[in-house]
T-cell receptor, first 113, second 112 residues
Framework: AQSVTQLDSHVSVSEGTPVLLRCNYS??????LFWYVQHPNKGLQLLLK??????LVKGINGFEAEFKKSETSFHLTKPSAHMSDAAEYFC???????????FGDGTTLTVKP | DAEITQSPRHKITETGRQVTLACHQT?????MFWYRQDLGHGLRLIHY???????NKGEVSDGYSVSRSNTEDLPLTLESAASSQTSVYFC???????????FGPGTRLTVL
């Protein structure tokens, strides 16, 4: 079994300040973890992925995430927010033995000028 | 370039009608998925397929069916559309069961 919890449904930051979107997961397997981004009225786009290699993963647009097995967390960060980062972000856990991916409920990121 | 497409992009139908949403991918992926996205629920899995002739129920499969006759296509059928099925539907595909998924652009379905 697997599940994922995104701890904040909404996060608001000012442009140029750091971004932190929190994600906790549980899995009976050795999971792969992903972050996707969805801009308004668009499909989902892969932001970054963890697949049991380096625990600090770098993605597109300056985002990165750190896999912490002891804390079962995979938080998404960015040093400096940009207006174009305003979107919905989904944390996803997946495992071959589970046969499918499980999505978190999403975090809406608002970036204020 | 390989891609995943969905049609139609927008559909308005009436309660009780049968509706089929198309999904076509040119990645040659064995794994394909259908999700619905509703406010407050994130993405919920409807059906998925690991290959031709294989289909499996997801967490919200009631009222929906799929069939997989070839690698490229996984059409989603609403047997008798209900207002509760008004949603945005996304199709996705992946090379492995646990790898990241490529998503289509979505179909916005309204059932009146």
């Amino acid at each position: 079994a697997q599940s994922v919890t995104q701890l904040d449904s909404h996060v608001s930051v000012s442009e140029g300040t750091p971004v932190l979107l929190r994600c906790n997961y549980s899995s009976s397997y050795s999971p792969s973890l992903f972050w996707y981004v969805q801009h308004p009225n668009k499909g989902l786009q892969l932001l970054l992925k963890y697949t049991s290699a380096a625990t600090l993963v770098k993605g597109i647009n300056g985002f990165e995430a750190e896999f912490k097995k002891s804390e079962t967390s995979f938080h998404l960060t960015k040093p400096s927010a940009h207006m174009s980062d305003a979107a919905e972000y989904f944390c996803v856990v997946s495992a071959f033995n589970a046969g499918k991916s499980t999505f978190g409920d999403g975090t809406t990121l608002t970036v204020k000028p | 370039d390989a891609e995943i497409t969905q049609s139609p992009r927008h559909k308005i139908t009436e309660t009780g009608r049968q509706v089929t949403l198309a999904c076509h991918q040119t990645w040659n992926h064995n794994n394909m998925f259908w999700y619905r996205q509703d406010l407050g629920h994130g993405l919920r899995l409807i059906h998925y397929s690991y290959g031709v002739q294989d289909t499996n129920k997801g967490e919200v499969s009631d009222g929906y069916s799929v069939s997989r006759s070839n690698t490229e296509d996984l059409p989603l059928t609403l047997e008798s559309a209900a207002s509760s099925q008004t949603s945005v539907y996304f199709c996705a595909s992946s090379v492995n069961r646990d790898s990241f998924q490529f998503f289509g652009p979505g179909t916005r379905l309204t059932v009146l």
